[in-house]
């Protein structure tokens, strides 16, 4: 078989996409900005996996804790281009350290914040509920 198409260099672009997210931020004309995102390598899904994972031996046991929440929240901070969660200036503007406070700041609406959650998931290939991924990324 020809391999050649999976030389490294041959593959296409990350998908990207823009959206609009929230109508609570309006551009000059009233409009709604549309949020930028391109998806993230595996490499770095696996970081932020590693991340919310923390391991506690207790009388002689492995108890693993995975932190669903703050790893779908750091996928979509890590998926969106525009407006970048991780920003000083936008940090700071919220009084946040931490860019997970400053997403659930921003899309402080329920909706919008599952809304973000399910474009990042859908845009870096988990076609799955976000359920499915997180049961994927404790195995």
């Not at 309006?26 to 391109?38: L, S, T, V, Y």
């Not at 391991?55 to 779908?72: A, L, M, P, V, W």
């Not at 919220?94 to 609406?109: E, G």
């Amino acid at each position: 078989m020809d391999m050649s198409a999976f030389m490294k260099g041959k593959a296409k672009q990350l998908p990207e996409e823009e959206k609009v997210i929230t109508k609570l931020y309006e551009d000059e004309e009233g409009q709604a900005i549309p949020f930028k995102f391109k998806a993230i390598p595996t490499t770095l899904v696996d970081r932020i996996k590693d991340d919310c994972t923390t391991i506690q031996h207790i009388k002689g046991q492995r108890i693993e804790s995975f932190e669903r929440d703050r790893f779908s929240c750091r996928i979509g901070i890590e998926t969106t281009v525009f407006p970048d969660f991780k920003n000083a200036e936008l940090l700071q503007s919220y009084n946040c350290i931490d860019p997970v406070d400053l997403a659930k700041a921003i899309l402080n609406l329920p909706g919008e914040y599952t809304e973000w959650i399910q474009t990042c998931s859908r845009l870096n290939g988990f076609d799955d509920t976000i359920e499915d991924l997180v049961k994927k990324a404790k195995n």
